[in-house]
């Protein structure tokens, strides 16, 4: 994609977007189905105004990396350690449970054995994204809520990855056991190397520079976007390593003022992600695994819920919260798609069961945002007593 097919491509998105959004607005809907709209619209599916929905989605990659960044900079070293010990537990067994329906339902549906391993993998996890997209600000910093489902969609990155590793042993014909005690080593480094760096590289020159506005904005870009490459380089996930880069400055009193900053940087490459989802997929397709799909979504938007709630309830969460919690991470993971992609192209399973995993995912985004966004506080509410940021 050339400069100019660049550029005419974000005019479209961003006018197209403030237009859609407009209509939402006044329709009372939600804004993210409103960019996943777009993307359907004009994307190469659609209209095909904007031919390729490749470098958008990698562009669009950056916001989830800021937005990781950013709750990072809200959470404290310790609590974020004993929300993680709590959260441990809830996250394995409620994975096992996903994925045993997952594998069931698809089965049942008449697809391999192979394929509905895979497929079941792929449900186990919900979206970072739009779950911590949809969580009110104040609840991040007040509540013990927000911390809670950072720690359960934490520790669900770390067993995608464990999954995507997986996927590439078996695509490759052999488990290299070398690959998993790499992932298993990277993250206490990338801990200690952050906090190596941050107390005699990085606070130092803020505290030198303070002054200058413009430098601790690029400062804290290169920080996060640093850490976040090398999070990937050591076969973690960007998004991890934003996390850490956001969490090892956030007991510095500039934490606040670069959350501050970044949050409309943030909600640029937002737009794009949310656009992207739209694009990439052939609604054409849609009806050949319509039935399983629209089962699976509302399978697992019912399932989620009850489940989040038994576990948590067992850790002496209240039922309110536990609820809460649920009906937040009710949608299927943007780990999921990857999942199926990968899973596609080392021709582990059909583009049938690529599809369905696609499909489910986009049905639960809609339909999980329409439910924490007319029940529940949160940013985008369209009624005012739901509304909170």
Same mark, same amino acid.
């Given at each position: 994609?050339h400069e100019?097919t660049l %550029?005419?491509?974000?005019? $479209?998105?961003?006018?197209?977007a403030?237009?859609? =959004?407009?209509?939402?607005?006044?329709t009372?809907?939600?804004?993210?189905? !409103?960019?996943i709209v777009?993307?359907?619209?004009?994307g190469?599916?659609?209209?095909?105004?904007?031919?390729?929905?490749?470098?958008?989605?990698?562009?669009?990659?950056?916001?989830?990396?800021? &937005?990781?960044?950013?709750i990072?900079?809200?959470?404290?070293p310790v609590?974020?350690?004993?929300?993680?010990k709590? =959260?441990?537990?809830?996250?394995?067994? /409620?994975?096992?449970?996903?994925? !045993?329906?997952?594998f069931?339902?698809?089965?049942?549906?008449?697809?391999?054995?192979?394929?509905?391993?895979?497929?079941?993998?792929?449900?186990?996890?919900s979206?970072?994204?739009?779950?911590?997209?949809?969580?009110p600000?104040? %609840?991040?910093h007040?509540?013990?809520?927000?911390?809670?489902m950072?720690g359960?969609? $934490? #520790?669900?990155?770390m @067993?995608?990855? +464990?999954?995507? $590793?997986?996927?590439?042993?078996?695509?490759?014909?052999?488990?290299?056991?070398?690959d998993?005690l790499?992932?298993?080593?990277?993250?206490?480094?990338?801990?200690?190397?952050?906090? &190596?760096?941050?107390?005699? +590289?990085?606070?130092?020159l803020?505290?030198?520079?303070?002054?200058?506005?413009e430098?601790?904005?690029l400062? *804290?870009?290169?920080?996060? #976007?640093?850490?976040?490459?090398?999070?990937?380089?050591?076969?973690? *996930?960007?998004?991890?390593?934003?996390?850490?880069?956001?969490?090892?400055?956030? /007991?510095?009193? +500039?934490?606040l003022?670069? !959350?501050? /900053?970044?949050?409309?940087?943030?909600?640029?490459?937002?737009?794009?992600f949310?656009?992207? @989802?739209?694009a990439?997929?052939?609604?054409?397709l849609?009806?050949?695994?319509?039935?399983?799909?629209?089962?699976?979504?509302?399978?697992y938007?019912g399932?989620?819920? %009850?489940?989040?709630? &038994?576990?948590?309830?067992?850790?002496?969460?209240?039922s309110?919260?536990?609820?809460?919690?649920?009906?937040? $991470?009710?949608?299927?993971?943007?780990?999921?798609?990857?999942? =199926?992609?990968?899973?596609?192209?080392? #021709?582990? +399973?059909?583009?049938? !069961?690529?599809?369905?995993?696609?499909?489910?995912?986009?049905?639960?985004f809609?339909?999980?945002?329409y @439910?924490?966004?007319?029940?529940?506080?949160?940013?985008?509410?369209?009624?005012?007593?739901?509304?909170?940021?």
């Amino acid at each position: 994609m050339h400069e100019g097919t660049l %550029v005419f491509s974000f005019f $479209l998105i961003f006018t197209g977007a403030a237009l859609f =959004a407009t209509i939402a607005l006044f329709t009372r809907q939600p804004l993210l189905i !409103a960019y996943i709209v777009l993307g359907a619209v004009i994307g190469p599916f659609g209209t095909g105004w904007i031919e390729t929905s490749e470098s958008i989605s990698q562009i669009s990659q950056i916001g989830i990396i800021f &937005l990781l960044f950013l709750i990072g900079l809200d959470m404290q070293p310790v609590n974020l350690l004993h929300t993680l010990k709590k =959260a441990v537990t809830v996250a394995l067994a /409620s994975s096992i449970i996903f994925a !045993a329906c997952g594998f069931a339902a698809t089965y049942m549906f008449g697809f391999s054995t192979t394929e509905s391993l895979i497929v079941g993998l792929a449900m186990m996890f919900s979206s970072t994204i739009i779950g911590i997209k949809l969580l009110p600000t104040t %609840v991040l910093h007040h509540r013990h809520t927000g911390e809670l489902m950072v720690g359960l969609l $934490l #520790l669900q990155d770390m @067993i995608a990855i +464990i999954v995507l $590793l997986g996927l590439g042993g078996v695509s490759k014909g052999n488990q290299d056991v070398f690959d998993y005690l790499i992932t298993l080593i990277s993250l206490p480094l990338l801990i200690a190397g952050a906090w &190596l760096i941050v107390r005699f +590289i990085f606070l130092p020159l803020l505290q030198k520079f303070d002054r200058f506005q413009e430098y601790i904005f690029l400062l *804290s870009i290169g920080w996060c #976007l640093g850490l976040a490459s090398a999070s990937e380089a050591v076969g973690l *996930s960007s998004e991890i390593g934003a996390f850490v880069a956001g969490v090892s400055i956030a /007991s510095s009193p +500039i934490s606040l003022y670069i !959350a501050s /900053s970044l949050k409309p940087l943030r909600d640029f490459f937002l737009i794009l992600f949310f656009f992207s @989802i739209g694009a990439s997929f052939d609604f054409s397709l849609l009806s050949d695994v319509i039935i399983p799909a629209m089962t699976l979504a509302l399978l697992y938007l019912g399932l989620k819920p %009850v489940a989040f709630r &038994l576990l948590l309830g067992k850790q002496s969460e209240s039922s309110k919260l536990a609820w809460d919690v649920g009906f937040r $991470l009710g949608q299927n993971s943007e780990f999921s798609i990857l999942i =199926a992609y990968i899973a596609t192209t080392s #021709l582990l +399973i059909g583009e049938k !069961a690529s599809l369905l995993v696609q499909a489910t995912a986009i049905i639960t985004f809609a339909l999980s945002s329409y @439910i924490v966004i007319f029940n529940f506080p949160n940013p985008i509410a369209v009624k005012e007593s739901l509304r909170r940021d």
